[in-house]
């Protein structure tokens, strides 16, 4: 996606906000001025949001090693959380009258899973739009494009995840997919990104088990840009599914010739604007390849 001015004024906040937890003022004068370095060295309208991200990422990595505990325990409250109503998620999938409504039910649950704040986390997520729309209550989610279709014809998918907790709904999907006769790649963090989940995470609810492959990356999944091993499962993948706002900002308009699916939370204006949705709405949107 390409930036609007007011994405650099975003990362910086998400960054500052996020990392500055527990510092003391030096430190949090210098993780300012360390973010505020890239974003003048590498912000301009053709700038890709995760190669910025990423570049941060590694101009204040001892900052966002310390701000990791502080994150352990919303994330593993958070997983527990999912992994207590997971039953219940699945039941709610299952009892579908047909094969494509039991797949796009697991697609709401998986975008509606994608809720933590562009601010600072400050507790386990509590995922009420999930749990609402599993009682017959609350909006669902806009699905663009028949991403049913879409999935049904791809043999191979990559698979990008976002955040611990939703990871558990993410699971029920690419339980779909898996049925579905698809081999599935999935895609988490290698090392502690705030609330991002990581391979522990995806250790939590199985997913070494079910998924064929998971990779470990570092920071954002930027296109071509990841490593021997994500650069050719993403090079033999015929679809992509991404979740969360970061990753689509880092992968909308990257991907020429590859079906995408993005399904995130709509967390500001540029994206809203970029989607064709209103910030707050959450959407399941299908790229088909041109």
Request: net charge neutral.
């Amino acid at each position: 996606m390409k930036p609007a001015p007011e994405c650099a004024l975003c990362l910086l906040r998400w960054f500052y906000d996020k990392a500055a937890v527990g510092l003391q003022r030096e430190q949090k004068f210098k993780l300012f001025r360390e973010i505020s370095k890239v974003l003048v060295q590498s912000f301009y309208p053709n700038t890709n949001l995760g190669r910025a991200s990423n570049t941060i990422i590694e101009q204040v990595a001892e900052f966002i090693s310390m701000a990791a505990p502080e994150y352990k325990d919303i994330k593993a409250k958070s997983n527990k959380l999912v992994k207590d109503v997971l039953s219940r998620a699945s039941n709610f999938v299952m009892q579908s009258k047909t094969d494509e409504e039991r797949f796009l039910k697991a697609v709401w649950l998986a975008t509606l899973g994608n809720v933590a704040p562009l601010a600072k986390l400050k507790k386990a997520m509590t995922f009420e739009d999930a749990l609402n729309v599993m009682e017959g209550k609350g909006p669902l989610p806009h699905v663009i494009g028949d991403i049913f279709n879409c999935v049904q014809t791809s043999q191979r998918i990559l698979y990008i995840s976002d955040n611990a907790g939703e990871i558990g709904f993410d699971s029920l999907l690419i339980s779909e997919l898996k049925q579905m006769g698809a081999k599935v790649t999935l895609a988490v963090k290698a090392k502690p990104l705030f609330e991002d989940a990581t391979l522990e995470d995806a250790e939590f609810f199985l997913l070494h088990n079910l998924a064929d492959e998971v990779l470990g990356i570092k920071g954002f999944f930027v296109p071509d840009a990841m490593g021997n091993r994500i650069d050719r499962a993403l090079k033999e993948s015929d679809l992509v599914m991404v979740k969360g706002t970061g990753n689509y900002e880092a992968v909308e308009g990257e991907l020429k010739g590859k079906a995408i699916i993005y399904m995130l939370k709509v967390k500001c204006g540029p994206v809203a604007h970029s989607t064709g949705t209103k910030a707050g709405e959450f959407v399941a949107r299908l790229d088909a390849p041109t």
